[in-house]
Each structure stands twice: as C-alpha cells, then as structure tokens.
C-alpha cells in the first residue's frame, strides 16, 4: 500500500527557551516566551518555515490571563498570516499533544502543510509583579493558586479540595492500598521514579533544575522540602516557579522533503487517543485507577503496533508521582526504566498547560540523537481528568496518512464502573475510600479530609480537625493502612468530621 507523503505528518523542528533574568520581574511575558521558542524551532528546522504557517495553535496560558487569546497576536509577531490561529480550551496539562494530534490530522486530510504549535508561562515573572503591586510575599500570589482561590465557595472547597495538589493525593493514598503497598513501598517508589527524573533533568539544558536528587531525600520532610498534602513533598509535586516556552513545527513528509530537511532529522508522528474522566472529581467511579487513561494508553499501543518491549523512550505525565505510577501499571513500564526524556514537572519544570510541548521537544532531539527509534508521550491534565497520548518515531507508524479520530470516550466510558451517589449531610458508619493531610509553609498539619463511603455505598467527604493530632498522626505514620477502615461521620455545626478508633 502506497502512502503519499503529502499527507504523512512529521516533525521538523523544535524550541526551547528559559527565561532567567537576575531580576525575575525583569522577565519576558508569555507571548515573548513563545515567539522565542518559535524562533528556535525555525532556527532547528533550517530557517524559512514561520511566515509561510497555515495553522497557529497556542496552549492556553494563566501567567497574565488578561492578555488572552494570543495565537492571533502570535501570529502577526512571526509574521504569519495563518488561515487557523486559535487557543487551547484551559490550560489543560494534555493540551500540547491534542494540538499536535489535530495538526496532524489536518495534514493527513490535506488541510494545512505547517502547522505551528506553542505555549509558555511566566510564572515566575508573574508571581514577582503580583506581590511587588500588592506588597504581600510571592508565595501569596502564585497564579495557579490565586486562580483556584478566586473560584466560588462550595462543598468541595469547603473540605479543602481546591487545587489540583489536594486532589492528586487522593489517587495516591487508594492507589497504594489498591495495590497492596505499605507507606513505605509506595514511598520507595516515588523516590525511585523521582530520582530519576532528577537525573535526567540533571544532563538536559533546557530543563529547569540541574541538581541531581537521592530518593530518600526527596520523599523526606525536611526544611527545603516542606510537605505539601499527605504524601506529597515539594520535591514530588509540579515546580510552577518558571519562565519557559516550547514550541514546534508539524509538516507533510513531501514539504520536509521538498525544503531540503535531512531525512535523520524527521520525526514521524503515530496516532494519538484521547479520553477524559468527568470533570467533577466526586463524581469517578474510583481513584485507584482511572478509566480513561487506560483506554487512551491502551488504544495508543495497539494503534502504533507498540508495547513496553519496543518502546525505547517514554515521557509518563508527571505533576504528581500517582500519574506515572498509574501509568506504568497500564503499559507495563518498569521502575527501573526513567519515565521521562524532560526531567518532569519538578525538575524539568512545570509551566501548567505547556510542559508536554517541552517533552515533545526533547522526545524528538532523543530519537534524532540516536536514543531510540519509538517514544510514548503521555500527556494529563486538570485534576487526573484529561487523557492524550501520542507515538513519535524514526519512521512511518501504521496509519501514517491518515486521519484518525483519536477520541476513545466510548471505551473509557464502557470500563468506567458506577459512581456512588454523593451526599452532602450524613452522619454515621463509614469506610475511608481515600484521603490526604493537608500543610501549611511551615510544615504543620493544617487538618485533612476523608473521602468516605456509607454502608449503602454513597460516598461523602468528612474534616480531620487540625488540632486530632493523633488521627493525623495515624493518617500517616504508616503504621496501619487506613484506606478500608471503618470509622463515623460526625455532623458538627455545618461540617462533616471524620471520627474512628486509632488504638
């Protein structure tokens, strides 16, 4: 079967930029950040290539949210003049490989011949501004946390579960019971993924960190590593902290070809999946594994004729230690092996909606550079809710093309169990299904929340008080698994409060 390579999609060229000003307030602004990355996937590609772009796809950035949309703006400053120029829907941790899923398929369907796909964050710069304006400490005005603080009150919110790094845990904690793990084991292996990410990090350029970390010291509380909510340290979770752009340009085989691109510096895009939890997180079947990640991974192996055998590179989505373990369980993916060609989100960086551009850069200067000839990106974003994953290779993959619709909701769906019904006033017997611990920048346990399952199956949410210390004590000590233990939900004026036995 013969393929035309006009509508075999590749890429030619990637960018990368970090922005460290001796004063951070000093630094460049999102859409500065993407023309630079731009500029050096331009540069990486021969030169010649942004003018002539008939797509701009830009990830959605949070940095200095008054100044979105940006693609059009984007545009003219390349001087492009695309027939599409359109922004990511949130800055969704999955939304670099859905952008990089559609440029392909408009080039399989022969829509478009260059396509360029983008983002950036300035966080960094953002946060300094903010507090400069408002006088108040920089820690104060990070603006993922300032944007989750602005949304309005509600039952959620009211037990502590706001941002992403309240959530995560929860998949964390049911996730090392589901797998019979102790604290311990499950601790080991974090250290273990997260070391290497460390090293990684350690010999890439344009990652973030260049400091090369031992497990036990990143699983470890101490003073420059303050826990964050029960497990999570600050050496576990996504570094937000940054200035970093990453772009890159997708073409035909044949408009590679005729622009005179070395054949042993393309790289052939595969076919991606997609799926998604539903957006409330109270509303998942469970949070020991997620449904949807395991039809995208699944459909993705089969499409591109993969497994864990023949892949040589993997980039496992990495905000939180409990998305790559979930992961590598899917795929069959060593400890062992490093889960990522970036660093991840703590050392490589974590520029919210944006990292995933970063990992498809360093995917395709690793298969150029001779590490391997397949690499796995798998992207998630939101609160373990979106799902994209994509095959990159030094050679065409099945399906190389054609379109594909990558949407597997149906079989994510079809796998997803019930979901228990979510009361919002009960008192009485209770079974813990998950929970966490959540800190203050000083390290002390500010309380907890219990996700918590009725006799008749329901699930609810119940307060661990601040000052129960011995309950918190027991929630993480380690000494007895707490996932599956019965206790009773209290009412208490208009909260809900989790009481058990802890003897």
Known sequence: MSVDPERVAVIVGVGQVNDRPRDPADGLEPLALMQAALDEADRDAGGGWLRDADSVAVVQQ????????????????????????????????DS????????????ARGEGRIALVVGAEALRTASQ????????????????????????????????????????????????AAWGQTL???????????SRFSAIAAQTPAAWLHTRRRSEEIVTPGADNRPIAFPYTKLTVANSSVNQGAGFIVTSLA??????????????????????????FLARDRYDASPSMTACLGHVLEWNAVDADTI????????????????????????????TVFGGLTFGGGPIGNYMSHAVAEMVDALRGGEGETGLLYANGGYATHNHAIVLA?????????????????????????????????DGPATIETYTVFYARNGAATGGVIVA?????????????????????????????????????????????????VA
């Open 312 to 339: 040589d590179l993997v980039e496992l989505y990495s905000c939180f230690p409990c998305v790559p373990k979930m992961a590598r369980r899917v795929i069959g993916w060593p400890v062992e092996r490093a889960a």
């Open 394 to 426: 030094t050679r065409p993959l099945p399906g190389a093309g054609a379109p594909n619709d990558f949407d597997v909701q149906a079989a994510a769906d079809a796998a997803r169990g019930p979901v228990p019904e979510l009361v919002k006033d009960y």
């Open 62 to 93: 949070i940095s200095f949210r008054r100044h979105n949309p940006l693609a059009d703006r984007l545009a003219a400053a390349i001087g492009a003049r695309p027939a599409l120029a359109y922004e990511s829907v949130g800055p969704n941790g």
């Open 453 to 501: 399952r009725t006799p008749a199956g329901q699930r609810t949410l119940a307060k661990v008080p601040g000052d129960d210390h011995d309950m918190i004590a027991w929630l993480t000590d380690g000494a007895v698994e707490p996932v599956g233990h019965p206790g009773h939900v209290a009412l208490v004026g208009e909260d809900m409060v989790w009481r058990c036995a």
């Open 255 to 280: 408009e590679a070809r005729r622009r005179g691109v070395a054949a042993a510096r393309i790289v052939y895009v595969g076919r991606g999946a997609a799926a998604h939890e539903p957006e409330d």
């Open 96 to 107: 670099p490989i859905l952008l990089l899923n559609e440029a392909a398929n408009r080039i």
């Open 129 to 176: 501004r903010a507090a400069a304006a408002a006088k108040t400490d920089v820690a104060a005005q990070n603006p993922l946390r300032t944007l989750t603080d602005a949304a309005k009150p509600g039952f959620r919110r009211q037990y502590g579960l706001s941002a992403p790094v309240d959530v995560y845990p929860l998949y964390e904690n049911a996730g090392r």
């Open 184 to 194: 311990e084991q499950a601790q080991r292996e974090t250290g273990e993924i997260w």
